[in-house]
């Protein structure tokens, strides 16, 4: 299927490894421009070589920490006019709220909510005015079943949720949609922290944990970065035009709600 986003211009955060580079990489194969962040250099630069080498699409790496202005302001200075915004920052160290300081939590706001909202308020308008935009917001599986020891991500990503969740209706009209893809259980570095500390945690050695994590998902697997990425190009594509506003689960089943 052709998603009709060839020659388009995209933003993808965090996206040197991952999901992000995945929903990057999905992206590039269907001709859409792409301009990847991250703050660290040599994976950010390799994930750019790689993709534009496999996908053909011209691909730009800008080295910044999206929680800052400075950092935003780079961004949007190499791709200031994009069409597809897909937001997106690692997951929060999971802890016990009591440990947590202001500080803590300031810094959790400024990257997984602040962040988001600004890089939004930035680019939106062109969306308006060119009646196309697909913005995408990386959250989590949590802001529908929140995990006790994973707070700080619980509370700012839910922030964000309800947060577009009102703005996705008053930009619809436009040719603009706002979505959240909410992954459960994938195979990427963060997890692998996750399931370590976790593991530690409970006196069991990691493949124990891992098998544990498994057993726990009716698919009886972690999810591959490339599943997610088809996901993230499809609720971009023009065929995704008519959905806004929704949270799109991709956890292999282990939320175990209805709606």
Request: a positive charge; hydrophobic letters at 45%.
């Given at each position: 299927m052709d998603f009709?986003?060839?020659?388009?211009?995209?933003?993808?955060?965090?996206?040197?490894?991952?999901?992000?580079?995945?929903?990057?990489?999905?992206?590039?194969?269907?001709?859409?421009?792409?301009?990847?962040a991250a703050r660290t250099r040599e994976p950010l630069e390799a994930a750019a070589r790689e993709i534009e080498a496999g996908t053909g699409a011209p691909v730009t790496s800008v080295v910044a920490d999206l929680a800052s202005p400075e950092g935003r302001?780079?961004?949007?200075?190499?791709?200031?006019?994009?069409?597809?915004?897909?937001?997106?920052?690692?997951?929060?160290?999971?802890?016990?709220?009591?440990?947590?300081?202001?500080?803590?939590?300031?810094?959790?706001?400024?990257?997984?909510?602040?962040?988001?909202?600004?890089?939004?308020?930035?680019?939106?308008?062109?969306?308006?005015?060119?009646?196309?935009?697909?913005?995408?917001?990386?959250?989590?599986?949590?802001?529908?079943?929140?995990?006790?020891?994973l707070g700080l991500t619980n509370g700012v990503r839910s922030g964000l949720t309800g947060f577009v969740s009102g703005l996705a209706r008053e930009v619809a009209q436009h040719g603009v949609t706002i979505n959240n893809i909410l992954p459960g259980a994938f195979d990427t570095d963060r997890l692998q922290l996750v399931l370590g500390l976790a593991a530690?945690?409970?006196?069991?050695?990691?493949?124990e944990q891992l098998a544990l994590r498994k057993a726990a998902i009716p698919a009886r697997r972690l999810g591959s970065t490339e599943e997610f990425g088809a996901l993230c190009?499809?609720?971009?594509s023009t065929q995704a035009g008519y959905l806004t506003a929704q949270n799109f689960l991709i956890d292999g089943g282990a939320y175990p709600g209805t709606l």
């Open positions: 009709g986003i060839r020659g388009k211009r995209a933003i993808v955060c965090a996206a040197s490894k991952g999901l992000g580079r995945s929903c990057a990489e999905a992206l590039a194969r269907e001709g859409v421009a792409v301009t990847i302001a780079t961004l949007l200075a190499a791709c200031p006019q994009p069409d597809i915004l897909v937001n997106n920052e690692g997951g929060e160290t999971p802890g016990d709220f009591r440990d947590w300081t202001r500080e803590d939590w300031l810094r959790a706001l400024d990257a997984n909510m602040l962040a988001p909202i600004e890089l939004i308020r930035a680019t939106i308008d062109g969306m308006i005015a060119r009646r196309f935009g697909r913005i995408v917001n990386i959250t989590s599986s949590t802001v529908k079943a929140p995990i006790a020891n530690q945690s409970a006196g069991r050695t990691f493949e190009a499809f609720v971009c």
